[in-house]
């Protein structure tokens, strides 16, 4: 079936720096997301993006963080500056559109440790 | 705010049951309910979905909702040892406005015994 991918699968990074995490959604897809799943929680809808923007975020998706798919290359979340309650991993999805729901296809997460 | 909750937490059978996955949701105008498996360290990866009050079955999976009872769930037949997984039930609020956030559940664990 489709695929996404991130990149990296795992990153170690010190609190106060800047971090930027890789999808690469599905060919087709238009629609793009990041959900956050802090250990032993369930997995929370961070933003969704559409045509270069951002359609809809959560509370969780804090003045630090920002998302990005420049000319069809990666969709990124950058965080800047790094903070140690953003000890997560971050799920990236894509669908191809919204209006009937389409299935959000989901990659294997890039586990993102702060120290 | 959404409230998605899962029954039970962890869930282990002898190969070739049925069994049954739960998953019940706070709000009344959701509009959109999926099920998701994940294996260990992989993508979770979209199982089935239901707009409608009903059912759906494909293959050995039978996807229940019941609006009313603010409730839906997934039947496994003859379950397989590929089966064992983290199962994730997903709800969706208001398709078709360019915002389809999935709130998800916390998971069931299934396994089958050795």
């Known amino acids: 079936g489709p695929k996404v991918l991130q990149i990296p699968s795992h990153q170690i990074i010190d609190m106060g720096q800047m971090v930027t995490l890789n999808c690469d959604p599905v060919s087709n897809h238009l629609y793009f997301y990041w959900y956050k799943q802090i250990l032993g929680q369930q997995m929370e809808f961070l933003v969704n993006?559409?045509?270069?923007?951002?359609?809809?975020k959560s509370k969780l998706f804090k003045d630090q963080f920002s998302v990005e798919r420049p000319d069809g290359s990666y969709f990124t979340l950058k965080i800047q500056p790094t903070a140690l309650e953003d000890s997560a991993v971050y799920f990236c999805?894509?669908?191809?559109?919204?209006?009937?729901?389409?299935?959000?296809?989901f990659g294997p997460g890039t586990r993102l440790l702060v120290l | 705010q959404q409230k998605v909750q899962q029954s039970p937490e962890s869930l282990i059978v002898p190969e070739g049951a049925m069994t049954s996955l739960n998953c019940t949701f706070s709000d009344s105008a959701s509009q959109y309910f999926a099920w998701y498996r994940q294996h260990s360290g992989k993508a979770p990866k979209a199982l089935m979905s239901?707009?409608?009050?009903g059912e759906k079955e494909e293959g050995r999976f039978t996807i229940h909702l019941n609006k009313a009872s603010l409730h839906f769930s997934l039947h496994i037949r003859d379950s397989q040892p590929s089966d064992s997984a983290l199962y994730l039930c997903a709800v969706s609020m208001r398709p078709g406005t360019g915002s389809n956030r999935l709130t998800f559940g916390k998971g069931t664990k299934f396994s089958l015994i050795p």
């Open positions: 999805a894509s669908s191809r559109d919204s209006l009937n729901q389409d299935t959000q296809y």
């Open positions: 993006f559409y045509n270069g923007k951002v359609m809809e």
């Open positions: 239901i707009f409608s009050n």
